[in-house]
């Protein structure tokens, strides 16, 4: 088999996945371009603004391939959890703690 068979192999595959690369590089784009408009967005750390661009690509293979493969969800997941433990127990600019009681999080401002 020749490399570009093993390519065109591997965007078949991927196609059939996760959907037409032209459709998903639109979707995803648009999504990056809405999480770039927050007023946070550039006070992030790097490793934050990265792990949600890994999240707008697979939420993009979601929307536009199966929704049922696993390993798409599992991915979101994960890049979540890589935050999650970069950040910790540090306290946020606000002096309270991410490790916040449950009842804590949804009390109206």
Known sequence: M???DSIEATIAERTSCYGEFREVAGV??????VIRS???WHRME??????????MNKVGRIVCGNPNHKDS???LAGYARLVEVRIGDKPDQTGASHDTKKEDRHTPA
């Open 73 to 75: 969800w599992h991915d």
């Open 38 to 40: 927050g007023c946070s």
């Open 28 to 33: 995803v784009q648009a999504l990056k371009e």
């Open 46 to 55: 790097p490793y934050q603004r990265e792990a949600l661009d890994m999240v």
């Open 2 to 4: 020749h490399m570009t």
